[in-house]
């Protein structure tokens, strides 16, 4: 996912953390949803911002959220 900057983001729920509280569906709508489980997805293909994201995996109160970057153009 290009997420701006040159940079790819890589988006991981921890779903052994997460607990569905939901900050990250309410901070980043366009980047996080429920599954069926009621646990938090990532959209990959969602109109998110990586600010949206980052701002999400802050206000994880568990932690759940790992946001990781590389350049655009390594293989
Ligand atoms: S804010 Fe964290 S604990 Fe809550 S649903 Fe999102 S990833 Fe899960």
Do not use: N, Y
């Amino acid at each position: 996912m290009t997420g701006g900057g040159g940079k790819i983001v890589h988006v991981r729920v921890d779903h052994d953390l997460c607990a569905g509280v939901g900050m990250c569906v309410q901070f980043a709508p366009a980047g996080f949803r429920f599954d069926a489980a009621g646990q938090s997805e990532f959209i990959p293909d969602g109109g998110w911002s990586v600010k949206a994201l980052q701002e999400a995996a802050d206000a994880c109160p568990m932690s759940a959220i790992t946001l990781s970057f590389t350049p655009a153009d390594t293989p």
